[in-house]
Every structure is written in structure tokens, then in C-alpha cells.
């Protein structure tokens, strides 16, 4: 069973914070993604990696960094964070070989930022 | 305009209906078709995905696509409480990227 795990369910950081969001998936896959989820808008694309060390921006980047030093570990920065940037987080993998584009997703983090 | 389109719904249907949901799109490299299942306080999980137009069963599910309207659907027949959830389209042209729909809460009432 593919699992992807996320470092925290809810979070609540102050304005100006810089917040790490970790996503760690164990089935060796070679893209991770990071998404926003709003109501309304659905799941928008902040960044992809396509291996250690690759990443690429997503539809939004505005306001984020992501970090992939390991193949299971894929990191989201948000080196200022403002109001505008609460929401729900969704890390995902997918594998580069078969179904790529069958992404097995995490449960999310709830971030609010006050 | 966004890229894909989703009734926003949300649906409330009594136990046995059949639940119709649709998306429109706008890029016509897209040539797989997803739907994914999104139940409270989860991820998404993949439901059903179609390659091309045409249509596919598994179950009490259909998809349909139809390229020439760019337009697709989720049929769930003899609907369950089990499939209240938000269901999202999903979209990709050749490569892992995908673009999704934003999503259609579904209820479905005992």
C-alpha cells in the first residue's frame, strides 16, 4: 500500500513566519508535487519534482520554495507567511513508469496563518 | 476561464439515485481523464481514469468522455451513503501533470 505522509494535520503560524510543511512517500515513486486546496478552486499545482534535487513550478509558486534533497522527502517552504496563504496543503507521488499520472495523495495540512 | 470546469454543486440525492457529475475543459491536448474521490479529512483518491473519449464501467461507476465537446462525466448508480464525498475531474496531456476540476461534494442521504 502506497503511503504518502504529511508532518502535521493542522498548523497555526503568525504572519511573517517562515513554515516548513514535510511530505514523505515510501513507495520509491520519482514525483512528488505540493498543491493548495481552496474552496471553489480545487486543488491548484505550487511546485513538482521529477527527481532529487529537480523541481519545477506549478501554477502558483508566488510565495513558496520546495527542497528535495532525498527521493522519499519532498519539503514546502513558506518563507514569509501571510494570511493569504491559509489553506489546505496536499502533498502527492506518482511513479514515472505505469499509471504516472495516478497520484497517491496525503491527508493534508490545514495551515492558518493569523 | 479556468482550464477545467466543475459543477460546484454540492448534490444531496436519496439512497438509489443516480448521481451525474460533469466537467468541461478548454485544452484539447488533454487525453487522459480522471476522476478522484476525496472523503472528509482525507487526500484524494484515485476512482476511475479513461484514456480518449469513450466510455468506462467498474461497478456502480461510469465515465464518459467526449472529446469533440470537451466534456465528461461520472455516472454513480444506486448510490450509497458510503459514496457521500467531494469528487474531483482531473485532466492530463502527455506528461504527470494534472490539471482538476474544483471538485462537487455529494451526499447521498439513508
Known amino acids: 500500500d502506497v503511503k504518502v505522509t504529511q508532518s502535521s494535520r493542522y498548523l497555526v503560524k503568525r504572519t511573517g513566519e517562515k513554515v516548513f510543511l514535510e511530505c514523505v512517500q515510501d513507495m520509491d515513486h520519482e514525483n512528488m508535487f505540493w498543491y493548495r486546496q481552496d474552496p471553489g478552486l480545487g486543488l491548484r499545482l505550487i511546485y513538482f519534482?521529477?527527481?532529487?534535487?529537480?523541481?519545477e513550478k506549478g501554477d502558483i509558486p508566488e510565495g513558496y520554495s520546495v527542497s528535495r534533497e532525498k527521493k522519499e522527502r519532498f519539503s514546502l517552504i513558506l518563507e514569509s507567511a501571510s494570511t493569504n496563504q491559509t489553506s489546505m496543503y496536499l502533498c502527492a507521488s506518482s511513479s514515472q513508469t505505469g499509471l504516472s499520472y495516478e497520484q497517491y495523495f496525503g491527508p493534508g495540512t490545514r495551515l492558518t496563518v493569523t | 476561464q479556468k482550464e477545467v470546469e466543475q459543477d460546484p454543486g454540492p448534490l444531496s440525492v436519496p439512497e438509489g439515485a443516480i448521481v451525474s457529475l460533469n466537467c468541461t475543459y478548454s485544452?484539447?491536448?488533454?487525453?487522459?481523464f480522471m476522476w478522484y474521490r476525496q472523503y472528509s479529512r482525507k487526500g484524494p483518491e484515485l476512482l476511475m481514469y479513461t484514456y480518449s473519449s469513450g466510455n468506462k464501467e467498474d461497478g456502480r461507476f461510469t465515465a464518459q468522455v467526449d472529446k469533440s465537446s470537451k466534456y465528461i462525466s461520472l455516472f454513480i448508480r444506486d448510490s450509497q451513503p458510503s459514496d457521500s464525498a467531494t469528487y474531483l475531474c482531473a485532466m492530463s496531456a502527455n506528461d504527470y501533470k494534472l490539471s482538476f476540476g474544483a471538485g462537487t461534494t455529494v451526499t447521498v442521504r439513508a
Open positions: 519534482s521529477y527527481d532529487v534535487k529537480m523541481k
Open positions: 485544452n484539447s491536448a488533454f487525453q487522459y
